[in-house]
C-alpha cells in the first residue's frame, strides 16, 4: 500500500505565496509520476499540476500557469507545489496524487492513489 501525506497549507492573503509539500511512503513503486488537484466546495476536483517521474514533463491547468510550479525530489519521495500571486478562488483541498504515468497522474479516474488533502484559503 502506499500512503501520501499533504502538508504546507493555510491561511493566507490574496498576493501571497505558499509551498505544499508530499510525501510518499509505503510499496512505492518506480517510476511514478505525481499530481495535485485541488477540490473548491460544491465544486468538483479538478487537476492543477502533473509530473513525470524524471521531472522533464510538466502540465499544468490554464488557470495556474505562471504561477505555479510542480517539482519533485525523487531521493526524498516528495513532490512539492510552489503556489505564488494567490488568489481567493485558488481557495479549496489541495490532493496529491501518485500513478504510473503522467497521463494517467493527471486522469482522476484511472489507477493511482491519494492523499487526504491540505487546505489551502485565500482571502481578499
Known amino acids: 500500500q502506499v500512503q501520501l501525506v499533504e502538508s504546507g497549507g493555510g491561511l493566507v492573503q490574496a498576493g501571497d505565496s505558499l509551498k505544499l509539500a508530499c510525501v510518499a511512503s509505503?510499496?512505492?513503486?518506480?517510476?511514478?509520476?505525481m499530481g495535485w488537484f485541488r477540490q473548491a466546495p460544491g465544486k468538483e476536483r479538478e487537476l492543477v499540476a502533473a509530473?513525470?517521474?524524471?521531472?522533464?514533463?510538466?502540465r499544468y491547468a490554464d488557470s495556474v500557469k505562471g504561477r505555479f510550479t510542480i517539482s519533485r525530489d525523487n531521493a526524498k519521495r516528495t513532490v512539492y507545489l510552489q503556489v505564488n500571486s494567490l488568489k481567493p478562488e485558488d481557495t479549496g483541498i489541495y490532493y496529491c496524487?501518485?500513478?504510473?504515468?503522467?497521463?494517467?497522474?493527471?486522469?482522476?479516474?484511472?489507477?493511482?492513489?491519494w492523499g487526504q488533502g491540505t487546505q489551502v484559503t485565500v482571502s481578499s
Open positions: 496524487r501518485l500513478s504510473t504515468t503522467i497521463v494517467q497522474a493527471m486522469d482522476p479516474l484511472a489507477s493511482g492513489y
Open positions: 509505503g510499496r512505492t513503486f518506480s517510476p511514478y509520476a
Open positions: 509530473i513525470s517521474w524524471s521531472g522533464s514533463s510538466t
